[in-house]
Antibody, heavy 120, light 108 residues
Framework: QVQLLQSGAEVKKPGASVKVSCKAS????????LHWVRQAPGQRLEWLGR????????DYAQKFQDRVQMTRDTSISTAYMQLSNLTFDDSALYFC?????????????WGQGTLVTVSS | EIVLRQSPATLSLSPGERATLSCGAS???????LAWYQQKPGLAPRLLIY???TRATDIPDRFSGSGSGTEFTLTITRLEPDDFAVYYC?????????FGGGTKVEVK
């Protein structure tokens, strides 16, 4: 069965960077876009961007363009999301989510979430 | 960027009742690329409906989606105890993908 297993919770100071991993199993990793979505406490879901695991090409939301980096390692079916220059507003639950087939589609499987806390 | 507005913010209903949730888009959603998700506290969203009206795998038929263009609806015909949660709509037809603010379906 499809599974997305994310790395554990992180606590970071303002100005630092965080890197979250997402290990995929149960499907052909290179065949489906992998998205990153976050949710601050009590807030709506927010799309950070996506990566095409086949060629490594990312597609970032403009809001995060300057400080997000999405990469992947196909040898271990793992995607990574790094967010730099963290502020208190970046404290949130970060999810990776597999997209259905095609160029654009909904997210049919999600990771369990990684809690990132920015605290001084 | 397509802005999605969901209403109502909160829906107070009893088990067995019908729930009707709305999602309005700031511009027409191409190819009806609109999905609905259910989310419970601390958990990841669960895909219910995609392409505005197609149920995802293993989703019971009490969940249905309808609409096109800029107005979409999620209907839950007979609420079961497990259905009390927050529901989000999502546009996925082009970047950036966006989500609505959510509708919380709570027990009356």
């Amino acid at each position: 069965q499809v599974q997305l297993l994310q790395s554990g919770a992180e606590v970071k100071k303002p100005g630092a960077s965080v890197k979250v991993s997402c290990k995929a199993s149960g499907y052909a990793f290179v065949g489906y876009f992998l998205h990153w979505v976050r949710q601050a406490p009590g807030q709506r879901l927010e799309w950070l961007g996506r990566i095409n695991p086949n060629n490594g090409r990312p597609d970032y939301a403009q809001k995060f363009q300057d400080r997000v980096q999405m990469t992947r390692d196909t040898s271990i079916s793992t995607a990574y999301m790094q967010l730099s220059n963290l502020t208190f507003d970046d404290s949130a639950l970060y999810f990776c989510a597999k997209m259905t087939s095609g160029w654009y589609g909904p997210n049919d499987h999600w990771g369990q979430g990684t809690l990132v806390t920015v605290s001084s | 960027e397509i802005v999605l507005r969901q209403s109502p913010a909160t829906l107070s209903l009893s088990p067995g009742e019908r729930a009707t949730l709305s999602c309005g888009a700031s511009q027409s959603v191409s190819s009806n690329s609109l999905a609905w998700y259910q989310q419970k506290p601390g958990l990841a969203p669960r895909l219910l409906i995609y392409d505005a009206s197609t149920r995802a795998t293993d989703i019971p038929d009490r969940f249905s989606g309808s609409g096109s263009g800029t107005e979409f609806t999620l209907t839950i015909t007979r609420l079961e105890p497990d259905d009390f949660a927050v529901y989000y709509c999502q546009h996925y037809g082009a970047s950036p993908l966006t989500f609505g603010g959510g509708t919380k379906v709570e027990v009356k």
